[in-house]
């Protein structure tokens, strides 16, 4: 006979006897907030490295008010490792989750509000929380400026928080912050990009004990600031040698000695400014072609003591230079380009911006192509010397050439322009303001260009409406038919659309241009969003003047007379008043447009259409452009169009896009969070 089996409550009373010591040693091995901090947390101890930018990040953190685009990215897991031995008890399933993978999670989280929600949930999450949040301070207004100083300043904080600062920017208080305002961030050891851009109440003493401080700093932007001198320079070749970004822009107290100590230490230097430091002179440049050579980008804009030699230098002994921007340096003459190497080829070089260098001629052009065959922008604005010859050469680049400006080259004549359309189909931007010889011809041709997107023809005075009307033809218009699921053609239901991709053109005092062909451009042109017509009668009238920008304030009375720009919403003004109108009637008639038509175009799918700016003034560069008057086109960045709505079709009227949103709540401001719940620990 068998034993009787035992009951439940014997079996439970046993597992629980069981149990029980593992319980109690489990309990005493619990940490507390204070042991924690005695042994030290996890993360204070993380890695000082991070991992290496990616390219569209590092090419981009000379900046101003924002520098999401600068700076580097989340820390990598290593930095932010945190130990699960404490947690092994936890049975709810978010608590199994290895930290690893939490810390993963919560990186995809944009918001401050959102990490700092997160951070307040149990102490788990904010000890995976906490560097994401503290990351990249949020000094946007003083009022948080001074939340995350008292925070840092705390006695006993509840972490390190010092220690996460890895970006700092104080831009966007720029005109207040002296040495005092950058004190409280002294204690942070671990920043790696640090931009303070016209702080001109900054000085030496305050800048100096924080770089010491950071032996790891990457990028320092600096431009502006009046009252650094070379002692700041000599402290960063001293403390940061493995800076990679230097901006110093304007800076006119830094010394050549200083700048040549930088390049001596910091050989891992990779994009260096230098725009307007005028006591810059060959020797600075040298030392930094000799010793950093994996720099990708320099500029020297107006460093005007500059000559041939130094330019050499950097071509032929650059092993990846890919920007050169040598605006206004006037000494500079064919021998820079024409003592390269023989033989030899830059096929990095994308950028080369020549501006103003008034000696260079045909010879140094040709060279320039011979040995930098993949050049992608090519500024030769005020280079007088330069004539049909260059142009034929700069066509050698073919489909490589997406940018050209020429503005000023008035030896350029209609040959050289057909010659260079019929061979760089890809060009996206030109410029040929104060090119007198062209004709309507010339801008026929480049009308045919299928990728154009700006273009300049300021102060060409030949060009007539046959131009525009070309302009205004670029891709043509086209039906598009649909078809049901049988593949049958769906009748009367066809919609038209235009293939044009002008964003921007630039037709200021082309005085011959009448009504009638910039009625055809604008309604031919849907993402269209900046059209300057300064100077142009036709245009100095009332009726359209509620449409145009304001003039600049330092223009004089006949500059503010005769200013006609319009962009972004003004161009859809004026382009629904022309189309309806009772008095431009006429003239709607005479290009084919009904009576009362506003604009119902739809796209071809893939090319969306512009995106109406709110704000006329998001466009700084094009007060430069007029302000210059004869200066056609900026190099400002494009408008960003939105992608295209399932199915690849675009409304039949171009929308409004909502109000921005306001700015973010002060949940954005990093605070010491109180003490977290207990249930996560």
């Excluded at 303070?196 to 770089?211: A, E, R, S, V, Y």
């Excluded at 359209?544 to 972004?568: E, K």
Aim: with cysteine; hydrophobic share 35%; aromatic share 4%.
């Amino acid at each position: 006979m068998q034993p009787q089996a035992p009951s439940l409550d014997i079996i439970a009373a046993q597992d629980a006897a069981a149990a029980a010591p593992v319980q109690d040693t489990d309990t005493s091995m619990a940490p507390t907030p204070e042991n924690g901090r005695e042994n030290g947390d996890s993360r204070a101890s993380s890695s000082t490295n991070s991992p290496a930018p990616p390219e569209a990040e590092e090419s981009d953190f000379f900046i101003g008010n924002n520098d999401s685009q600068s700076s580097l990215g989340v820390p990598n897991i290593q930095d932010m490792q945190v130990t699960d031995e404490e947690n092994q008890e936890c049975t709810i399933p978010v608590y199994t989750v290895p930290n690893e993978v939490l810390i993963q999670i919560f990186s995809k989280l944009s918001s401050a509000p959102d990490l700092l929600n997160v951070m307040l949930t149990c102490k788990r999450f904010a000890r995976n929380t906490v560097d994401l949040l503290w990351h990249r301070p949020a000094c946007t207004n003083w009022s948080k400026h001074q939340k995350i100083c008292q925070t840092l300043a705390l006695p006993q904080p509840y972490f390190a928080y010092g220690d996460f600062v890895k970006r700092l920017n104080l831009a966007s208080l720029a005109g207040d912050i002296n040495d005092g305002s950058i004190m409280p961030f002294q204690g942070c050891s671990r920043i790696e990009r640090l931009t303070l851009t016209k702080c001109k109440k900054l000085t030496d003493n305050g800048l100096i004990p924080l770089i010491q401080k950071n032996p790891n700093l990457l990028a320092l932007d600096i431009s502006e600031d009046a009252d650094v001198t070379e002692a700041t320079i000599y402290a960063l070749a001293q403390s940061c040698r493995k800076i990679q970004g230097l901006n110093v822009s304007s800076c006119k107290e830094i010394s050549n000695p200083s700048m040549v100590a930088l390049a001596n230490n910091c050989k891992y230097l990779k994009r260096l400014k230098l725009n307007d430091c005028n006591k810059m002179e060959d020797a600075t440049v040298m030392a930094f072609a000799t010793n950093c050579r994996n720099i990708l980008e320099i500029d020297l804009q107006k460093c005007v003591n500059i000559t041939n030699e130094p330019v050499t230098a950097l071509l032929s002994q650059g092993k990846a230079l890919r920007e050169l921007r040598l605006v206004g340096c006037e000494l500079l003459e064919d021998p820079a380009f024409l003592n390269l190497p023989p033989l030899r080829t830059y096929e990095h070089l994308r950028i080369l911006d020549l501006t103003s260098c008034a000696l260079l001629t045909d010879r140094a052009v040709e060279k320039i192509i011979e040995v930098a065959p993949r050049l992608r922008n090519l500024v030769l604005a005020k280079c007088r010397n330069i004539t049909d010859q260059s142009v034929y050469a700069i066509s050698k680049l073919g489909r490589n050439l997406h940018y050209v400006h020429l503005g000023h080259c008035s030896n350029i004549t209609d040959d050289a322009v057909k010659k260079l359309v019929s061979a760089c189909n890809r060009i996206r931007y030109i410029d040929l303001g104060c090119c007198a010889n062209l004709t309507d011809e010339s801008v026929q041709r480049l009308a045919g260009l299928p990728k154009l997107k700006r273009i300049g023809l300021v102060k060409c005075l030949s060009i007539t409406d046959k131009s525009v009307f070309a302009l205004s033809n670029m891709g043509g218009a086209r039906r598009r038919q649909f078809r049901d699921s049988h593949g049958n053609i769906i009748e009367g239901y066809d919609v038209g659309y235009h293939t044009s991709s002008l964003e921007r053109v630039h037709l200021s005092y082309c005085t011959n241009l009448t009504l009638k062909s910039v009625i055809k451009l604008l309604n031919a042109s849907p993402r269209l969003t900046h059209l300057s017509l300064t100077g142009v009668l036709p245009f100095i009238r009332e009726d359209l003047s509620q449409f145009c920008r304001d003039a600049p304030p330092d223009f004089n009375d006949h500059q503010r007379t005769v200013f006609c720009v319009f962009s972004g919403q003004g161009v859809m003004g004026l382009r629904d008043h022309l189309n309806t109108d009772p008095s431009y009637q006429s003239l709607r008639e005479s290009v084919g447009l009904s009576q009362t038509q506003p604009m119902r175009t739809t796209m071809q799918p893939g090319i969306p259409p512009a995106i109406p700016q709110q704000n006329s003034e998001i466009m700084e560069d094009d007060v430069v452009d007029e302000d210059d008057e004869d200066m056609a086109i900026d190099g400002g960045v494009p408008v960003q169009a939105a992608p295209p709505p399932a199915g690849g079709n675009w409304p039949g009227v171009i929308p409004t896009p909502p109000l921005a949103p306001g700015p973010p709540a002060d949940l954005s401001v990093p605070v010491a969070p109180p003490t977290p719940p207990e249930n996560g620990q």
